[in-house]
């Protein structure tokens, strides 16, 4: 069954990625332009919910429960992306900061960080503890638009997009307008003079603990092949219509099951528990290694995790394909699982029944959402 995953992933790689393999000098880039959800926060719901999601301590102490900012022990994959493109590293300041003390100056030295934990892939999101819809991708891409008023898009720049975990855990399940949502993100980008692109595609969102504890992994995964499939073609077809622009396709399905296949190769105890006790809300405990684990708590990254992310983004800009493990530890990429805990559509589900995961998530923490 082992090698079946680790087949079926190298095979997986060759569909997603472009038939011509693209790469480019990672100095060459100006600014970093991210949009997306929790995996991919530096700062911005930490700020927005006055420091309290992620849960900054551990309940019933002063022990620091998440890495300031980020849904993570450490840093995560933008910091460590960041720090290795452009001539001296980029670090795009969270767009949350920016609205409270608008900058455009300071916004157009090295970026912006559009990301939120809870978002989804349309224009908004409903999330639990936040009093209104945060932009979803496509919203985010729209305060991008705004900005380009004051400044125009740079070409030079690079542009991420990571998202679709959000709407499946939430109860999603027309995959065609998740896909075409992120499409949609890219082309506006493009319209606006953004060249470089920077596309994750999904894990197997069942097997995540989140995921697992739902009681519906097969329908989860079954969703991510499908998002997967839909996702290249869509991007190959990005590629015909749009030559002009640059699109490096991140493998995260086929990256991690290839950890999942050996995780001590990659430096993991256990790629399978989450290293917290509780949530993103609420930290009962903390284990004592938490790069230990693949995941930090059951939907987000551990910082260990998050850099061999960042390592599979590298290669993927420079036109490398899946590394081995003892050449580069940089293959793991979870994909924008984000926050797991989403308030659950009106529309009825056809695979995740109404009400289930986030009635799981509360009843398995302890937390109410």
């Not at 693209?22 to 006055?50: E, I, K, Y």
């Amino acid at each position: 069954m082992k090698k079946q995953l680790l087949a079926a992933g190298c095979i997986l790689f060759s569909v997603i990625s472009p038939l011509k393999a693209m790469a480019a000098d990672l100095s060459s880039f100006s600014q970093l332009f991210v949009f997306g959800d929790s995996l991919s926060d530096t700062g911005n719901t930490f700020t927005f919910t006055g420091g309290q999601i992620p849960a900054p301590t551990v309940s019933g102490s002063d022990r620091l429960a998440y890495f300031p900012g980020r849904f993570s022990n450490g840093s995560n994959w933008v910091d460590y992306f960041g720090s290795q493109i452009g001539k001296q590293g980029l670090t795009p300041i969270p767009l949350v900061p920016l609205l409270v003390n608008p900058n455009p100056r300071i916004a157009s030295q090295q970026g912006v960080n559009f990301a939120l934990g809870g978002a989804q892939t349309g224009k908004s999101s409903d999330f639990p503890g936040l009093q209104n819809n945060i932009p979803g991708v496509l919203g985010q891409v729209g305060l991008f638009s705004s900005f380009n008023q004051t400044f125009p898009a740079d070409p030079n720049a690079l542009y991420t997009i990571f998202g679709g975990g959000n709407d499946y855990f939430s109860g999603q399940t027309d995959v065609n307008q998740v896909v075409q949502n992120l499409s949609n993100s890219i082309s506006s980008l493009a319209q606006g003079n953004a060249k470089n692109f920077l596309v994750f595609n999904q894990p197997d969102l069942g097997e995540s603990p989140f995921g697992r504890a739902l009681g519906f992994p097969q329908q989860l995964n079954e969703l991510t092949k499908e998002h997967n499939k839909l996702l290249a073609l869509s991007l190959d077809n990005l590629r015909t219509i749009r030559p002009d622009i640059n699109i490096f396709s991140v493998d995260t399905n086929a990256l991690f099951k290839t950890v999942e296949f050996d995780p001590v190769k990659f430096g993991f105890k256990d790629a399978t528990n989450s290293c917290i006790t509780g949530n993103f809300q609420q930290v009962l405990s903390i284990c004592d290694n938490p790069d230990d684990f693949v995941f930090f708590d059951n939907v987000h990254l551990s910082s260990r995790a998050n850099r061999l992310l960042a390592d599979a983004a590298l290669a993927s800009v420079r036109g490398q394909s899946i590394p081995e493990p003892s050449a580069a530890l940089g293959i793991l990429a979870l994909g924008a699982l984000g926050l797991g805990v989403l308030k659950r559509k009106q529309k009825k589900s056809e695979l995740i029944p109404a009400g289930r995961a986030v009635a799981l998530q509360s009843s398995h923490t302890g937390v109410e959402s």
